[in-house]
T-cell receptor, first 115, second 113 residues
Framework: DAGVTQSPTHLIKTRGQHVTLRCSPISGHKSVSWYQQVLGQGPQFIFQYYEKEERGRGNFPDRFSARQFPNYSSELNVNALLLGDSALYLC??????????????FGDGTRLSIL | QQQVKQSPQSLIVQKGGIPIINCAYENTAFDYFPWYQQFPGKGPALLIAIRPDVSEKKEGRFTISFNKSAKQFSLHIMDSQPGDSATYFCAANSGGSNYKLTFGKGTLLTVNP
């Protein structure tokens, strides 16, 4: 079975540009979450989506936005890129509804570098 | 405010040793505590997880010990192997119907042959 797939694997942008990252969840999983992992740190929660609606948001500015499609795939958009946005962006999928014992499964991420 | 504190930052053991990684949390609303293993260039992979109403869980060579009153939990790796060399993260999920993991800062484990 395919795991969580993310594209692209690597991306280089310059300050001020915008970027779109994509994620396909595990088949049967209806919830998608996005995390940012800065080098040397643990992942930090950005968003959770289910049924195309935002279900939770971490402490990130409005430059970060996301959406979920009818097939449960998701896009993360970041506008007006800053040097500090350089990080590994991880997508996690999970079943819905949450019953307490279900983990989130992560993809291998998109490595975003801002020049 | 860091809600999940992980220690040590790095750990070196010999093959066959038993590395122990510790985590402490503050938010009593956390209801699910997974551990993830991450290799360079890869995403975090789930190792083992526990709920706060269980004091210990074993899966293969990996054991979680959980102390709810102290708000602490730890990962033990039995008979560690060089292939276990990776970064390990503890995490905690906020209670309720949503998925939101709060991660520790990670422990870089090196297992020498």
């Amino acid at each position: 079975d395919a795991g969580v797939t993310q594209s692209p694997t690597h991306l280089i942008k310059t300050r001020g540009q915008h970027v779109t990252l994509r994620c396909s969840p595990i088949s049967g999983h209806k919830s998608v979450s996005w995390y940012q992992q800065v080098l040397g740190q643990g992942p930090q929660f950005i968003f959770q989506y289910y049924e195309k609606e935002e279900r939770g948001r971490g402490n990130f500015p409005d430059r970060f936005s996301a959406r979920q499609f009818p097939n449960y795939s998701s896009e993360l958009n970041v506008n007006a890129l800053l040097l500090g946005d350089s990080a590994l962006y991880l997508c996690a999928s999970s079943p819905w509804p949450r019953t307490g014992n279900q983990p989130q499964h992560f993809g291998d991420g998109t490595r975003l570098s801002i020049l | 405010q860091q809600q999940v504190k992980q220690s040590p930052q790095s750990l070196i053991v010999q093959k066959g040793g038993i590395p122990i990684i510790n985590c402490a949390y503050e938010n009593t609303a956390f209801d699910y505590f997974p551990w993830y293993q991450q290799f360079p260039g890869k995403g975090p992979a789930l190792l083992i997880a526990i709920r706060p109403d269980v004091s210990e869980k074993k899966e293969g060579r990996f054991t979680i010990s959980f102390n709810k009153s102290a708000k602490q939990f730890s990962l033990h790796i039995m008979d560690s192997q060089p292939g276990d060399s990776a970064t390990y993260f503890c995490a905690a999920n906020s209670g309720g119907s949503n998925y939101k993991l709060t991660f520790g800062k990670g422990t870089l484990l090196t297992v020498n042959p």
